[in-house]
């Protein structure tokens, strides 16, 4: 699997995905200042300003997944139970677990969903920072 990382730009609301706007938000989340002779520019680091998104593999439609994604998740596929209906869950990395999951609501707290082996029943429905309002999925 190839590493890709893209970023969430906390202050224009806006996704970061080329490789020169992905290399300065991984330079200010990473606290590392900028070259001043390139430019007259601000140029201090800002590690607050960015929420990085790394890749974790494909949905079961061949879409990318990045942490923050919201997804449905069959529970049909896993169970192999035809009465189980979907969750809805928020991609994070669980270091408890040391794996990426789905955090899913069930009933008044989140629960980590591990995510091996289980992408074929994951659809990408959109992304916590592009959705106005996320857990109202959940």
Same mark, same amino acid.
């Given at each position: 699997m190839k590493l890709i990382l893209k970023f969430w730009d906390n202050e224009r609301k806006i996704m970061l995905e080329s490789p020169q706007s992905v290399l300065t938000a991984f330079r200010n989340h990473s606290n590392i200042a900028g070259f001043t002779h390139f430019?007259?520019?601000?140029?201090?680091?800002? %590690?607050? =300003?960015?929420?990085?998104?790394?890749? $974790?593999?494909? +949905?079961? @439609?061949?879409?990318?997944?990045?942490?923050?994604?919201?997804?449905?998740?069959?529970?049909?596929?896993?169970?192999?139970? %035809?009465? =189980?209906?979907?969750?809805?869950?928020? $991609?994070?990395? +669980?270091? @408890?677990?040391?794996?990426?999951?789905?955090?899913?609501?069930?009933?008044?707290?989140?629960?980590?969903?591990?995510?091996?082996?289980?992408?074929e029943a994951i659809e990408k429905i959109g992304n916590e920072y592009d959705l106005p309002h996320p857990l109202s999925l959940l």
């Open positions: 430019s007259d520019c601000y140029n201090q680091p800002n %590690p607050k =300003k960015y929420e990085p998104l790394l890749f $974790i593999g494909k +949905d079961s @439609k061949g879409v990318e997944l990045f942490t923050a994604d919201v997804v449905k998740i069959r529970l049909d596929i896993i169970t192999q139970d %035809p009465d =189980k209906s979907c969750v809805y869950g928020i $991609i994070d990395y +669980d270091e @408890k677990e040391c794996c990426f999951c789905a955090r899913v609501l069930q009933g008044e707290e989140f629960e980590m969903l591990p995510l091996f082996g289980i992408m």
